[in-house]
């Protein structure tokens, strides 16, 4: 059985920094790369960030670039998102994703098949 169990969600003012973790708890599956989501209110779920295990490339929606840092932590089998210089339209729910396929770049939904519960960001103006 796996557990994506996230963390680090909550209210900053614009302008503001937030980390989100999510920890990937299995005794049994490999996570080959791993990710997040967002979605806002009435809006479709967006990708954000993706990491593959080897971290050397990780990837970034274009309206996070330069703001937001995803990073491994290998010992703790976990992913970081280091959300700086935020502004109200990056409030949204998160969600942490993992994949346990090998893939060439994980940057879509469909690359993921494990989800974790979502953690609220609210970022007021």
């Known amino acids: 059985q796996v557990h994506l169990v996230e963390s680090g969600g909550g209210v900053v003012q614009a302008g503001g920094s937030l980390r989100l973790s999510c920890e990937f708890a299995?005794?049994?599956?490999?996570?080959?790369?791993m990710g997040w989501f967002r979605q806002a209110r009435g809006k479709e779920r967006e990708f954000v960030a993706g990491?593959?295990?080897?971290?050397?490339?990780?990837n970034y929606a274009e309206s996070v670039k330069g703001r937001f840092t995803i990073a491994r932590d290998y010992a703790k089998n976990s992913i970081y998102l280091q959300m700086d210089g935020l502004n109200p339209e990056d409030t949204a729910v998160y969600y942490c994703?993992?994949?346990?396929?090998?893939?060439?770049?994980?940057?879509?939904?469909?690359?993921?098949?494990?989800w974790g519960q979502g953690t609220q960001v609210t970022v007021s103006s």
């Open positions: 994703a993992a994949s346990t396929s090998w893939r060439d770049t994980y940057d879509r939904a469909r690359d993921f098949d494990l």
């Open positions: 299995s005794h049994t599956f490999f996570n080959y790369g």
């Open positions: 990491i593959s295990w080897s971290a050397d490339d990780p």
